[in-house]
Nanobody, 127 residues
Framework: QLQVVESGGGSVQAGGSLRLSCAAS????????MGWFRQTPGKQREGISV????????YYADSAKGRFTISQDKAKNTLYLEMKNLKPEDTAMYYC????????????????????WGQGTQVTVSL
């Protein structure tokens, strides 16, 4: 079993930066992808960025390209999301998740392929 816990959310002004962290504990050996997702009220959860845990290959949604950077520290079993130039539309609950599916399936950020989820951390961006 695997558990993930997010941290690092908060309130920032537009143009600001935040770094989210996700600490994983438990059996990591079967995990092939870890990713960041976000959700706002009334909308579906969307994939922002995913990383292949075996070779650090990152994948980004168009909304994240050029502004967000995903990374992992395997020694600490921690996933990060560095967010820069934040916009009000980035306001959402951000979730960390892990997948046992192969990269072919999990790299696209489809929530159906991620079986382990954290409780989320809120990010609020104001003008």
């Amino acid at each position: 079993q695997l558990q993930v816990v997010e941290s690092g959310g908060g309130s920032v002004q537009a143009g600001g930066s935040l770094r989210l962290s996700c600490a994983a504990s438990g059996r990591m050996s079967r995990i092939n992808c870890m990713g960041w997702f976000r959700q706002t009220p009334g909308k579906q959860r969307e994939g922002i960025s995913v990383i292949d845990t075996s070779d650090d290959t990152p994948y980004y949604a168009d909304s994240a390209k050029g502004r967000f950077t995903i990374s992992q520290d395997k020694a600490k079993n921690t996933l990060y999301l560095e967010m820069k130039n934040l916009k009000p539309e980035d306001t959402a609950m951000y979730y960390c998740a892990a997948s046992e599916f192969s990269r072919m399936y999990c790299s696209g950020g489809d929530t159906n392929y991620f079986g382990y989820w954290g409780q989320g951390t809120q990010v609020t961006v104001s003008l």
